[in-house]
């Protein structure tokens, strides 16, 4: 497995933008695909975004489409997610994932939480005036 060590969280305005940061380490990055998701208390896991090795493949859940921008850096072994537009409802802790994957991923290995099978610790973001 890989390990995975979320950061960037914190408390911000509505409107206002955040960048999540995962570092990965422990085995080759580029042999993964890389997923956001998020928990709010009280609510079930939620797929925000993925992204193939080769970025060839991006999605995105419906609820942050056109808000958030998912990438990812090969060669520091890092994936981030851009936060644009925040709302009160984007208000949970988002973790990130890996699953094993080639230079594509369909849609129902992107958004399937059971096909990833390394998760970092997550972290929390906050949007509240």
């Known amino acids: 497995q890989i390990q995975l060590t979320e950061s960037g969280g914190g408390l911000v305005q509505p409107g206002g933008s955040l960048r999540l940061s995962c570092v990965a380490s422990?085995?080759?990055?580029?042999?993964?695909?890389m997923g956001w998701f998020r928990q709010a208390p009280g609510k079930e896991r939620e797929f925000v975004a993925a992204?193939?090795?080769?970025?060839?493949?991006?999605y995105y859940g419906d609820s942050v489409q056109g808000r958030f921008t998912i990438s990812r850096d090969n060669l520091k072994n890092t994936v981030y997610l851009q936060m644009n537009s925040l709302k009160s409802e984007d208000t949970a802790v988002y973790y990130c994932a890996a699953q094993p994957g080639g230079a594509y991923i369909t849609t129902m290995e992107a958004t399937g939480a059971r096909n990833y099978d390394s998760w970092g610790q997550g972290t929390q973001v906050t949007v509240s005036s």
């Open positions: 422990g085995r080759s990055f580029s042999d993964y695909a």
């Open positions: 992204i193939s090795w080769t970025s060839g493949s991006i």
